[in-house]
């Protein structure tokens, strides 16, 4: 079961206000306006009745830059772009040790004329730097077919997610595997993607007052312009910064969430004895600065932690809806099965904020481990499967929660194998985009939305 038997609504396309209700019944909170998924001839992903999907881009193939597609694709938006057409812009979850050999490898050498400034990371003199970083995809919503495809950031490592940004920019967010590798330039930043279908590499810049960390994504309020950051550790932290100038993210204040009255709280919860935090308890809380938060040690979370700072499990996937805040947090809860919270703003940055623990599945294979999530068009928010253990569930599935609390189940990875994510719906809410990440590749899906 559920433990949360209630859960959210609102858009991106149209804010109806964030609602609780009461689910019913395990039996009763299952819901298929779209029909039951229907196995894929292909093996590629399965669907409702009167959906269909087409492949965008698969891991290898050339690209109109010369560069092949990286692999490991991963947190993604969408953004509209000149005559009627979108941009996708791509993370790319490539480790820098994945870069010359094996499955993930982009097997792309650099030109010779390659200007070295492009490239955040260069490789020590290799001669392929690491082809972490970002791809930029021009699709064409009317005809339904890409139009462009071309790397738009390299040299960054293992970028997981990301936010995007209402001035048309992606921040996408490093999360390496070893922050205190210092091989000649240290990683664990986020940068600045513009969204643009104009072909060329951006010069990478790190956003160093965003933090040194394993970051994972980003989500932006825009009436304070406060940025709230997550991080991907099993004793993470939670993150806002607060710019010296709204929508400049070069200066400002970094600061780590805090439980009032309770100082360095443990919100993972792995303990089944324990029964804080309860689903729906409103907790208090409050911000502290941090210090040296570019130190090459990978300890800001541990120091933060210790001044009194709450740890979370594994935050991942960090969406605005409404006024509201939601964090996926992959593997928290006593089952390790994943949890969502909801964060609150006062509106003053001066002032106590509110965080609920908003749904924590136990017994239930819905909505294990949620990692990506968006809004809806038609209401509630799409969440992306990460399984961290496959028998919580056989696939990996792309689920909605409705603003009534009911689950309806959007896709499931036909052949069982890896995470979805990158979750996200084309401005008019007609197209919805994933990625497949172990196979390497990114999907359009189309269809009647409207019977949600």
């Known amino acids: 079961m559920i433990s949360r038997r209630s859960f959210l609504g609102t858009t991106g396309l149209a804010f109806f206000g964030l609602q609780r209700y009461t689910m019913a019944e395990p039996s009763g909170r299952?819901?298929?306006?779209?029909?039951p998924l229907l196995k894929d001839p292909k093996g590629i992903l399965d669907l409702p009745e009167g959906f269909s999907y087409r492949v965008l881009a698969t891991r290898g193939e050339p690209m109109d830059d010369g560069f092949k597609i990286p692999g490991q694709a991963d947190g993604m938006a969408a953004f509209a772009g000149p005559d009627g057409k979108l941009v996708l812009v791509c993370n790319h979850e490539l480790g820098l040790e994945m870069t010359a050999m094996g499955p993930f490898a982009n097997n792309t050498k650099l030109p010779e004329d390659f200007d070295a400034a492009l490239s955040?990371?260069?490789?020590?003199?290799?001669?392929?730097?690491?082809?972490?970083?970002?791809?930029?995809?021009?699709?064409?919503?009317?005809?339904?077919?890409?139009?462009?495809?071309?790397l738009s950031l390299t040299g960054t490592d293992r970028?997981?997610?990301?936010?995007?940004?209402?001035?048309?920019?992606?921040?996408?967010?490093?999360?390496?595997?070893?922050?205190t590798v210092d091989r000649g330039q240290r990683h664990g930043w986020c940068f600045e993607v513009k969204a643009t279908a104009e072909q060329g590499l951006q010069k990478p810049v790190p956003l160093k007052a965003l933090g040194r960390f394993r970051h994972e994504a980003v989500a932006l309020d825009p009436d304070t312009g406060i940025l709230y950051l997550t991080e991907d550790r099993g004793d993470?932290?939670?993150?806002?910064?607060?710019?010296?100038?709204k929508n400049d993210l070069t200066k400002g204040k970094l600061q780590a969430l805090v439980i009032v009255g309770k100082p360095s709280a443990d919100l993972q919860n792995y303990d089944p004895t324990s029964r804080w935090p309860?689903?729906?308890?409103?907790?208090?809380?409050?911000?502290?600065?941090l210090e040296d938060i570019e130190s090459p040690k990978d300890d800001l979370r541990v120091r933060g932690y210790k001044a009194g700072a709450a740890r979370f499990?594994?935050?991942?996937?960090?969406?605005?809806?409404?006024k509201s805040f939601f964090i996926c947090c992959t593997d928290?809860?006593?089952?390790?099965?994943?949890?969502?919270?909801?964060?609150?703003?006062?509106?003053?940055?001066?002032?106590?904020?509110?965080?609920?623990?908003?749904?924590q599945p136990e017994e239930s294979d819905l909505l294990t481990n949620g990692d990506n999530i968006c809004p809806a068009p038609w209401g509630g928010v799409v969440i992306c499967e990460d399984l961290i253990d496959p028998t919580f569930s056989p696939a990996a599935h792309v689920r909605c929660v409705t603003p009534e609390g009911k689950v309806i189940t959007?896709?499931?990875?036909?052949?069982?194998?890896?995470?979805?994510?990158?979750?996200?719906?084309?401005?008019?809410?007609?197209?919805?985009?994933?990625?497949l990440q172990a196979r390497g590749l990114t999907v359009a899906v189309t269809g009647p939305w409207e019977k949600a």
């Open 30 to 35: 299952v819901i298929e306006p779209f029909g």
């Open 332 to 359: 928290g809860g006593p089952k390790r099965r994943g949890q969502l919270f909801k964060l609150d703003p006062s509106g003053d940055a001066a002032k106590e904020d509110t965080l609920e623990l908003f749904l």
């Open 410 to 435: 959007l896709a499931r990875n036909s052949s069982a194998q890896g995470e979805f994510a990158g979750c996200c719906f084309s401005p008019d809410g007609k197209w919805f985009f994933v990625n």
């Open 278 to 289: 309860a689903a729906g308890e409103a907790m208090k809380v409050t911000w502290m600065d």
């Open 313 to 322: 499990a594994r935050g991942e996937g960090i969406h605005r809806v409404g």
């Open 159 to 179: 970028n997981c997610a990301g936010g995007a940004m209402p001035w048309g920019s992606w921040i996408t967010c490093e999360e390496p595997a070893d922050l």
């Open 120 to 150: 955040f990371d260069p490789g020590d003199n290799r001669e392929e730097p690491s082809f972490g970083g970002t791809s930029n995809l021009v699709f064409d919503p009317v005809k339904g077919e890409k139009i462009a495809h071309f």
């Open 236 to 245: 993470g932290l939670l993150y806002r910064f607060l710019p010296e100038k």
